[in-house]
């Protein structure tokens, strides 16, 4: 329907039918179950013009058959219960109303049957899902217009598959293989010239005006042969809808109807009315059932296969001969679902043979795939416990399955036993899928919004004819940044009437310029994000590969110098822990960190050509790629500083002894921190920056030289060096058993918070908890006067303060007389002398000069770092500082090593079903730092933290991002695996039990993975 990503029909992403990501079957990962209203006054018991009386047969070989189905001779024997298919009645019409008359390819599912069930009720009226379901269903209906409260049912047909078919599996030339002789071309144009889809959603009530009108708002009206008909949207560069098939419209048959085809087909709609016939052969399939799918051919199917195949080894098997058997013969194939009164979900796949044969053929090849798919049950069960749960229904489904022919046709029933609840039930159903619905539609939203944002710094650049693209920021006549570059465009995006509201010669947190800050536009606020008004994720990039340098826009020679404009960076959904108020001129430093909003759909970039694309994972290429124009005549700069170790391999495999060491380049000296408390490691380093790539000598005690690489990317440094001994490795990714890779982040007091104190804002107030009296080794124990003052106004408090350029430090006093700055490091103690407060931080001592006892915010106060060996100040380290917020300061974590370890998922089970794609997956974890999902185990890069709780029952456990909750879960060993079961959320609390089985609740499996 209109508004749905790729033109999908309600609860259909991508377009896939009702419930089902991407079109999958009922009880699949991903699926979903849906139905067919049987035509009233169908035909009834009709198979081909036969009387239906199918005799029933058991799949050979049997050794017994139970009441209600079979035993296979030699396979395993289970001791779970059969649950009994109901016999194979009379099939019902299948709906081919509004389809293509010669549709090849139908399904069909029956919306209306699933709403209206007493389970589906039930969920909405429950107090923990009814709310939650309602919200998502209301906001589709925002998207899509229409919700499954007013679907009946919808169809699908699609016709001339059989001519593409026909193309495919062309006769080879002479000892050639079939199809591998036909061009590409020549199935486009069969495509093209004979396949038809159509799609047909039938609604419970007629449309209603309000309807009509916000159809016309989403969709672009086309007058066709005199009928107003509607086309859905098209990307600017896929004018033909991606198989050439021309533009899709929306046609409204009758008030209750609406048929969603190409344009030469709604012609004839238009032309001829419905061009419904009966179809004899589409008879051998129950159209009857909740959910049902066909494909019935004019011809047997015929697969062309090389010379003397059948007389090969492979063909002597089973299941490959019966197939054999079915080859030149089959004409249709049906799959179906139902949902029946007793609970129970019927699954039916039928087939069409042109004779009896086939037909036993068929028959025969469903034996031998119902003896493998209990075979392969057993090792399923033996390996898991939870898993042998889960395959219960399968597998008492599959001890009672039925195997049928009569005549030409042949089939396989069987019946699976839900638990409690989950039958039948539409919520169960598409709760995910609304969910995966909506979350598709706010990442199109938020592509949508980074379009705009880029059309506007184009148009920006039109305006002006001398200038690429706007300043980074409103700067001030002395070059102070005042207001972010957000607030530059906003005539160029049609928000003039706001730009001129705002005062250009003061600051963004200015009184007047502060107010507006709540009146930010939606374009710059991304649809899946949860931060405060005000706040946006939508960053320019300012570093690397960009049209943007030392603070200035490229001009045009330089821009085009970067190569295509499609490969350069221009603005970034850079995720809630980049976010920043959206008029603060604030740079982003960090295009490598983007975390988004969109799960594996990634964060979105919009390049300098206007293009937007979805980069999964940070530090990606497409992310921040290396200015092509950096001679590295800075880079020997870029080097000086702290830096904190993210990443470390040696052969692909971690090194997490080397995870968190600090490593601080003093002009060209290096001290490497091991570990906190003792004395670094000093060495030397020197680089070349005419070698290409750049070269990294590292220089250790005793003379020991570590010859490698070094690449700056965004806020990281990347290095890999060979052990001492070895030759340099001939590329950054290079790994061996001598090559060490290694990531480092540059640490900075300025921390990384991630609220600004926009108006609304109640965390400097909200929930502040009273200061506990001192203990006796209290920094403020022995304090007297405004010395005192000032320690009972910040233990216990966390606070922020910016500087003159935005940025902002932040530093929290535990009442242990701990620290916590915004990068999580954390100082053993701290002292306040007179209005000045310090602490250590690595080879530093900081310290911010207070102008009274009672700090407030607003205050001005100053910084100053000095070296921790002698306390002289380090220069160009001291600025003037105003208080942004006073905020409670956040429990202190207690260090965790409760699940240390690596760890690989071997299953994974998401809201009761199980999720294939998270398989292989590693987490790790390391005296209370994770690391989460990555790929492989030299991918580990501990960015977040973790507590567990052992005396709970069951032991609990939460991952951190910074402060931010990130997972809630529970945890337990079973022999070598452990299993968390979690949910995602800042506002969550852990899963009661291990089932998995509530929305939004993980369970992953997981084995030791061995590292050096």
């Known amino acids: 329907m209109p508004g749905m990503p790729g033109g999908g029909m309600p609860g259909m992403p991508g377009g896939g039918m009702p419930g089902m990501a991407g079109g999958g079957m009922p009880g699949m990962p991903g699926g979903a179950e849906g139905a067919t209203d049987a035509k009233k006054g169908g035909r009834k018991g009709r198979r081909g013009g036969k009387k ?100 009946d049912k919808i169809t699908v047909g699609v016709s001339g598959v059989s001519d593409v078919m026909k193309v495919v599996f062309s006769a080879p030339k002479a000892g050639g293989r079939p199809g591998w002789s036909i061009s590409t ?97 589409l008879a051998f399939v129950d159209g009857g059932q909740d959910f049902v799918m066909a494909v019935t051919l004019p011809e047997p199917l015929t697969i062309p296969l090389p010379p003397n195949f059948a007389a090969s080894p492979d063909a002597q098997q089973p299941v490959i001969k019966s197939l054999l058997g079915l080859n030149g013969k089959l004409k249709g194939l049906g799959l179906g679902f139902k949902a029946l009164e007793n609970g129970s979900t019927s699954l039916k796949l039928q087939g069409l043979s042109s004779d009896e044969a086939g037909a036993a053929s068929g028959k025969v090849s469903l034996a031998e795939a119902l003896k493998l798919g209990r075979e392969l049950l057993v090792p399923l069960k033996q390996s898991n416990t939870f898993l042998a749960e889960l395959l219960q229904p399968v597998e008492a489904g599959l001890n009672g399955s039925k195997i049928i022919q009569a005549g030409p046709e042949f089939g396989f029933l069987a019946a699976f036993k839900m638990a409690a609840g989950q039958t039948g039930s539409l919520a169960a159903v598409l709760l995910p899928a609304v969910q995966q619905a909506r979350e598709a539609a706010r990442a199109t939203q938020c592509r949508n919004n980074l379009r705009q944002i880029a059309l506007a710094l184009h148009n920006f650049s039109t305006a002006d004819p001398a200038k690429t693209f706007p300043a980074p920021s409103i700067a001030s006549s002395d070059g102070k940044p005042l207001l972010s570059w ?54 320019l990039v300012v570093t690397g590969k960009a049209a943007y340098k030392d603070g200035k826009p490229l001009g045009k020679a330089a821009l085009a110098s970067l190569g295509p404009a499609g490969q350069v960076p221009l603005v970034v959904e850079a995720g809630d822990d980049h976010a920043v108020a959206w008029t603060d001129p604030r740079p982003f430093q960090s295009p490598d960190e983007l975390s988004g909003h969109h799960g594996e759909r990634g964060a979105g970039v919009a390049y300098v050509d206007g293009s937007v694309r979805s980069i999964a994972g940070g530090g990606s290429e497409g992310v921040a790629p290396v200015d092509p124009n950096d001679d590295g005549s800075k880079d020997q700069a870029k080097f000086q500083g702290a830096w904190t170790v993210t990443a470390a391999s040696v052969n692909g495999n971690s090194v997490a002894s080397m995870v968190n060491q600090g490593f601080t380049f003093q002009n060209n000296r290096l001290l490497q921190q091991v570990r906190a408390g003792q004395q670094p490691l000093q060495s030397t380093f020197l680089i070349n920056i005419k070698a290409n790539p750049r070269t990294f000598d590292w220089v250790q005690a005793g003379n020991k030289k570590l010859l ?164 002289s100040p380090i220069t160009g380290t ?52 994770a690391a989460v999902n990555v790929t492989k185990p030299a991918a580990v890069e501990y960015r977040f933290t973790y507590e567990a709780d052992t005396k709970a029952k069951p032991a609990e456990f939460r991952v951190y991002n910074g402060e931010r909750l990130l997972w809630s879960g529970i945890y337990r060993y079973q022999g070598k695996l452990l299993q968390l079961c979690f949910v995602r959320g800042e506002k969550t609390e852990p899963p009661e039990n291990f089932t998995a089985r509530g929305i939004g609740h993980q369970l992953y499996v997981l084995e030791p993975v061995k590292t050096p």
């Not at 203990?775 to 216990?796: D, H, Q």
Request: hydrophobic share 35%; aromatic share 4%.
């Open 52 to 151: 239906a009386d199918p005799t029933e047969k058991t799949a050979a070989p049997t050794a017994k058959t139970a009441a209600g189905g079979t035993k296979t001779a030699g396979q395993p024997q289970s001791t779970t219960g059969a649950v009994t298919p109901p016999d194979a009645g009379p099939n019902q019409e299948f709906d081919t109303h509004w389809l293509p008359a010669d549709a090849q390819v139908v399904a069909a599912v029956n919306i209306g049957k699933l709403w209206a069930s007493t389970e589906t009720q039930q969920a909405l009226g429950n107090p923990t899902l009814g709310p939650e379901l309602k919200k998502m269903l209301e906001e589709m209906k925002k998207e899509t217009i229409l919700g499954p409260d007013e679907v």
């Open 185 to 281: 071309k020549a199935i486009e144009k069969a495509v093209v010239e004979k396949l038809v889809p159509a799609m047909v959603v039938r609604l419970r009530q007629p449309l209603s005006q309000a309807h009509v009108a916000a159809i016309g708002q989403k969709l672009e009206k086309v007058t066709l042969d005199g009928k107003t008909v509607f086309a859905l949207p098209q990307a600017a560069n896929d004018p033909d809808g991606g198989l050439g098939l021309g533009r899709v419209l929306v046609h409204l048959a009758d008030p209750k109807t609406l048929v969603f085809s190409v344009e030469r087909f709604i012609k004839q709609l238009i032309a001829n009315g419905d061009p419904y016939t009966p179809r004899p052969d």
């Open 708 to 871: 490698g690489l070094y690449q700056f990317r965004g806020n990281s440094l990347l290095v890999t060096v060979a052990l001492p001994g070895q030759p340099r490795p001939k590329a950054l990714n290079a790994k061996g058993a001598s090559v060490l890779q290694l990531a480092l982040k540059r640490s900075t007091a300025a921390g990384t918070a991630q609220r600004s104190n926009v108006p609304g804002n109640a965390a400097a107030t909200k929930g502040a908890r009273k200061n506990a009296v001192p203990p006796a080794n209290s920094p403020g124990a022995k304090l007297v006067g405004s010395s005192k003052e000032l320690f009972e106004t910040v233990n216990n408090r966390e606070l922020v303060a910016t500087t003159s350029q935005g940025q902002r430090i932040s530093i929290q006093l535990n009442p242990d007389g701990t620290t916590r700055d915004g990068e999580g490091n954390e100082s053993p103690t701290y002292e306040i002398k007179g209005l000045a407060l310090s602490w250590v931080t690595g080879d530093r001592i900081i310290t911010v000069n207070f102008q009274s006892g009672k700090p407030k915010i607003g205050d001005n106060c100053t910084v100053q770092h000095k070296k921790k060996s002698d306390g």
């Open 486 to 539: 957000r607030v530059a465009i906003l005539p160029y995006i049609g928000e003039k009437v706001l730009y001129d509201q705002f005062k250009l010669d003061e600051a963004w947190d200015s009184p007047h310029n502060k107010a507006l800050i709540g009146k930010i536009p939606q374009f710059y606020v991304c649809p899946s994000g949860e931060l405060e008004t005000g706040m946006t994720v939508y960053r």
């Open 878 to 929: 001291f600025q003037q500082l105003k208080i942004a917020e006073i905020n409670p300061a956040k429990p202190k974590r207690k260090p965790s090593s409760a699940i240390d370890g690596t760890w690989k998922i071997v299953s994974a089970t998401v809201s009761g079903k199980p999720s294939d794609s998270l398989k292989g997956r590693i987490l790790s974890f390391a005296e209370g730092k």
